[in-house]
């Protein structure tokens, strides 16, 4: 079923709201502003039925015309896995382009871009220019990213407490990356104090939005602390496991090898280690070799 919104234009007379009727008149006339606001309608289902292969077409009209809000869209559909009418370089491009025209998203590809030489030469000052404009306008990931550059000192002069206070901001504007990234400063010290309570909270954060990362080293924490946490650690590891995080994987097969945390049970420390190991975590096949000898001497005697 068709959401209902309406499109809100802006022009030099004010915004103005547009019915679809409207907007596909304007579309029909090859305005760029039309075709795009036609292309998110198709794509996402607002008061029409959605239909992403009409949705793209006008998509890429927009996109030819010039369109710069359209270019940051194809990007950012082609990023998430949805597009592939371009490729990384053309990406690039696009993003660029938009990102001189003021557009946030764009900004964060663009600086993107520059970061890992994509299209264009590897520039980590052009990078940091790019999530610097686009954080001024509230684009929490390119806060994030912008604080990576800081905690690293890449094209900008490193300094970790200003990085810590990035990803803080970042994290409470609801940015689930910048979440795992302030609790890494609070559990080792980054630009902040050890801070292992607050450490915890970020990590929780995280993790209650689906962060698998989050999940794992909150597993870490727990299982650490004074006196261990094991039952809620094992389950954080499970969790992060089952969202596929190699190294969880093993922790769980080490949990149910020991016992700890949940029963000892040998066929499923075996399952997950073997698991771990197919994904490339060595130590996995160590505790095999472990897991086996035990099994032997219980055979033997």
């Given at each position: 079923?068709?959401?209902?919104?309406?499109?809100?234009?802006?022009?030099?007379?004010?915004?103005?709201?547009?019915?679809?009727?409207?907007?596909?008149?304007?579309?029909?006339?090859?305005?760029?502003?039309?075709?795009?606001?036609?292309?998110?309608?198709?794509?996402?289902?607002?008061?029409?039925?959605?239909?992403?292969?009409?949705?793209?077409?006008?998509?890429?009209?927009?996109?030819?015309?010039?369109?710069?809000?359209?270019?940051?869209?194809?990007?950012?559909?082609?990023?998430?896995?949805?597009?592939?009418?371009?490729?990384s370089e053309r990406a690039a491009q696009l993003s660029i382009t938009a990102a001189k025209d003021g557009v946030p998203d764009a900004q964060l590809y663009a600086g993107l871009a520059y970061m890992d030489g994509v299209s264009v030469e590897q520039d980590y000052s052009e990078a940091a220019r790019y999530f610097r404009l686009a954080a001024n306008q509230g684009n929490q990931e390119a806060r994030t990213s912008l604080a990576y550059l800081y905690q690293e000192g890449l094209g900008v002069e490193k300094d970790e407490r200003k990085a810590y206070g990035m990803y803080r901001t970042a994290a409470k504007a609801g940015n689930v990356n910048a979440m795992f990234q302030a609790g890494i400063c609070c559990e080792f010290g980054n630009g902040t104090p050890v801070d292992l309570r607050q450490a915890e909270e970020w990590y929780r954060m995280g993790a209650d939005h689906g962060d698998a990362f989050a999940?794992?080293?909150?597993?870490?924490?727990?299982?650490?602390?004074?006196?261990?946490?094991?039952?809620?650690?094992?389950?954080?590891?499970?969790?992060?496991?089952?969202?596929?995080?190699?190294?969880?994987?093993?922790?769980?097969?080490?949990?149910?090898?020991?016992?700890?945390?949940?029963?000892?049970?040998?066929?499923?420390?075996?399952?997950?280690?073997?698991?771990?190991?197919?994904?490339?975590?060595?130590?996995?096949?160590?505790?095999?070799?472990?897991?086996?000898?035990?099994?032997?001497?219980g055979e033997q005697a």
């Open positions: 079923m068709a959401e209902e919104r309406g499109f809100v234009f802006h022009g030099p007379d004010g915004q103005v709201e547009l019915s679809i009727e409207e907007v596909r008149d304007l579309a029909k006339r090859d305005d760029p502003d039309g075709l795009y606001a036609l292309a998110m309608a198709y794509l996402f289902g607002w008061d029409v039925e959605q239909n992403e292969d009409v949705g793209y077409d006008l998509l890429e009209k927009s996109v030819a015309a010039g369109q710069t809000e359209a270019m940051a869209l194809m990007v950012r559909l082609f990023m998430q896995g949805d597009y592939c009418g371009i490729d999940m794992e080293r909150l597993g870490y924490l727990l299982s650490e602390s004074d006196p261990p946490r094991a039952t809620e650690s094992f389950e954080w590891f499970l969790k992060a496991a089952s969202e596929g995080v190699p190294t969880a994987m093993q922790m769980v097969g080490y949990c149910y090898m020991r016992g700890i945390g949940t029963e000892r049970n040998d066929d499923e420390a075996r399952k997950w280690l073997n698991m771990a190991r197919d994904n490339g975590v060595e130590e996995a096949s160590e505790m095999l070799s472990m897991l086996g000898s035990v099994l032997g001497r």
